[in-house]
């Protein structure tokens, strides 16, 4: 999905789709199942990249490596994004209601219909579930045994993206990401349910590019 974003975005953003282990070319390699490593890694894939202005993306379980990568590049490296787009996911400091990635596999199957973004014709095969449920369980694990930490806010502007029928986010919890920066805060509630991302993309996309626009132009 990322991919496409480069053609639909101005001239001036280049678009860097991160591959995490466990996905894509990175098949051969194990999930990660804690934040910590994931933000590890992907702070080794882009700091060649980080000596022009750039902003991070994260949707749902991205939304918190995103949010954790910045704290971490500024805490490495004193470098920190003109913009963190976080979507599908409230604010870092709110626990999950609830814990699935031990699930049965039925159950766990159930839970991911109700998300609405696995097509059905996988969830009703057996031998793809077999080779994608480690995986799910994986991301799953990584959210729900993520534990917040306290530190000073964020010195960039958070931009945030909620689907209006998304079940896993509500507006206070949309809102609290404000808590999270020094800067400005604003939340955009767009329609669809927890992969509204990809209904709404023209709108996300077109935000994107005028926020980015305006941050490298002032």
């Not at 199942?33 to 080794?44: G, K, L």
């Not at 596999?105 to 579930?129: C, F, M, Q, S």
């Not at 509500?170 to 609290?176: A, C, P, Q, R, V």
Request: glycine share 6%.
């Amino acid at each position: 999905m990322f991919r496409r974003w480069q053609s639909r975005l101005p001239r001036i953003v280049q678009v860097q789709a991160l591959e995490l282990p466990g996905r894509g070319l990175r098949s051969d390699e194990l999930p990660l199942t804690r934040i910590e490593p994931m933000v590890e890694d992907i702070a080794r894939t882009v700091e060649q990249e980080l000596d022009r202005p750039f902003a991070l993306f994260g949707h749902s379980m991205g939304a918190l490596i995103a949010f954790e990568l910045a704290h971490h590049l500024w805490r490495t490296q004193r470098r920190r994004p003109v913009c963190l787009f976080v979507s599908g996911h409230p604010a870092p400091h709110i626990p999950p209601d609830r814990v699935i990635h031990n699930l049965p596999a039925p159950e766990l199957i159930v839970e991911l219909r109700k998300y609405n973004g696995t097509p059905p014709d996988v969830l009703d095969n057996p031998e793809l579930l077999d080779c994608l449920l480690p995986l799910i369980r994986a991301d799953f694990e990584l959210t729900e045994m993520y534990r917040y930490t306290l530190r000073p806010p964020l010195e960039c502007d958070i931009k945030v993206y909620g689907g209006t029928d998304d079940p896993d986010t509500s507006m206070e919890g949309l809102n609290k990401w404000q808590m999270e920066t020094s800067k400005s805060c604003s939340v955009t509630v767009l329609p669809g349910d927890h992969f509204f991302v990809v209904r709404s993309q023209d709108s996300i996309l077109k935000d994107i590019g005028h926020v980015l626009a305006r941050a490298v132009f002032h």
